[in-house]
């Protein structure tokens, strides 16, 4: 059997996702979004879908870099993440059997025994299906909500990453996996020689360990991360199981592949056991000209004021002093994240400042492919063969309709050219996604 595409589910718990407007769609559940019911129900669907994982974005601030106030974000609905998502990971456990769980974790908010102590129970409850997506997180705002005056500069975030890293991989393998015997009859519960203390010090971090939370059926969650810089790359090829990355177009998406996997390669480790995924949002309809209005009504409902206010907390840069007629290509941004803003800069050739807000507000600037199943299944596939991705995260346009038509009609298709999986091979998360 050849190389087999990877799909991962892009979720958020909170009215909007990808595009801003859909909750206001009269097909979409996004006022449901305090209810656990509607995240079990979206697990089902992408299990069903044979999904290899299903993550969490996290954003603990409200979006109010743009002219300093959280307005935008309240009064239309905004990128909001309301919930924590560790807690909402439990439940799905409970209602799915093979789908991998992720939620967003940030190092430069959390201590490492927290982050270990987290995820290793969530990999048992789960049943190995346990993910830790990887942020260093982008605003002071965030920060300020821990109590911290402001972030440690980029370089520094990623060194400081790399401790926490490694802090919890050490702390991951306090507990040997035969550490507990449980024999009754004899009256031993553990072995004390298979536990050791994890005694981490590093520049930024320090733990003494052991773990409370005995080795996990994974032994350490799968790792995500989705950085786009210079270091960011660095860090994927160090730790990353899956890159979540975003390129809008065939050549730059190539371009990323092979950057990372030699850099993964270059690192000592097996390329193939790093999964790039780009994001993609997917409007389907049964002719393509049903499928454009869908997509056209759907982009109607979004807010570009919005659009602008979320991209300015993601590039870390008040947007609000430009003019909105500015062509992006005469803008200058030296501060906040760069990468995020090149992504930004090249989906937007051509286009002002209001434009990209616009786009923004629809598709957080990532590819929107919009037609029949057989087209969606067709650029899929081509971009799949062209080693331009081992798969995508699936961005929907709104829940839980987009995941429910790609699950139902394109699945199928990519089922039947051989290049998707039928059923799910592996025990967990990581099995699969290496399968």
């Keep these: 059997m050849g190389r087999q595409l990877h799909f991962v589910g892009y979720c958020t718990i909170g009215p909007s996702w990808h595009n801003n407007g859909s909750w206001r769609h009269d097909e979409s559940d996004g006022t449901d979004f305090l209810e656990p019911g509607r995240y079990e129900n979206i697990a089902r669907i992408l299990e069903a879908g044979k999904f290899d994982g299903l993550f969490f974005v996290d954003v603990q601030t409200l979006y109010d ?16 993440c309301m919930l924590d998502p560790m807690q909402m990971l439990t439940a799905m456990a409970r209602v799915t059997n093979h789908i991998g769980l992720s939620a967003t974790m940030s190092t430069s908010l959390y ?3 927290h982050i270990a102590r987290a995820f290793a129970s969530l990999d048992h409850i789960s049943g190995g299906r346990a993910a830790w997506n990887i942020v260093t997180s982008a605003t002071d705002r965030e920060a300020q909500n821990y109590g911290m005056d402001r972030l440690l500069d980029k370089a520094q975030r990623y060194d400081h990453a790399d401790e926490v890293v490694e802090a919890c991989t050490a702390l991951w393998n306090s507990w040997g996996p035969d550490a507990l015997v449980l ?21 930024y971090v320090k733990t003494r360990g052991p773990l409370m939370t005995p080795h996990s059926p994974q032994g350490s969650p799968v790792l995500m991360q989705a950085g786009s810089s210079a270091r960011g790359r660095q860090f994927a090829a160090r730790w990353a199981e899956i890159v979540f990355t975003l390129q809008n177009n065939k050549a730059d998406m190539q371009a990323f592949y092979r950057d990372i996997k030699d850099r993964v ?10 999964a790039i995924l780009p994001a993609t949002d997917i409007v389907i309809g049964e002719t393509e000209s049903i499928a454009r209005e869908r997509a056209d009504y759907i982009d109607s409902l979004a807010n570009a004021e919005l659009g602008l206010s979320e991209m300015s907390n993601h590039i870390g840069v008040d947007l609000s002093g430009f003019p909105m007629d500015q062509p992006l290509s005469e803008m200058e941004i030296t501060q906040g994240a760069r990468g995020v803003f090149d992504i930004i800069m090249s989906g937007g050739k051509g286009k002002t400042l209001h434009d990209a807000g616009h786009q923004y507000a629809t598709t957080q600037m ?3 492919l919009v037609g029949t199943p057989m ?10 063969e062209a080693e331009a991705c081992d ?11 987009s995941f429910y038509q790609f699950v139902k009609s394109v699945v199928p298709e990519l089922q039947r050219r051989g290049i998707y999986r039928r ?8 099995e699969n996604l290496r399968s």
């Design 366 to 368: 990532s590819p929107q």
């Design 375 to 384: 087209m969606i299944a067709d650029h899929i596939h081509e971009l799949f």
């Design 423 to 430: 059923d799910y091979s592996g025990r967990t998360f990581r």
């Design 65 to 80: 870099t743009y002219g300093g106030v959280f307005d935008p974000c309240i009064k239309y609905g905004g990128h909001m």
């Design 265 to 274: 390669a270059n690192a000592g480790r097996d390329p193939s056991h790093c």
């Design 111 to 113: 201590h490492p025994f």
């Design 391 to 401: 798969g995508f995260v699936i961005c929907p346009s709104i829940t839980p309709g």
């Design 183 to 203: 024999d009754r009859q004899a009256g031993i519960f553990g072995d004390p020689s298979k536990v050791r203390y994890a005694n981490y010090a590093g520049k």
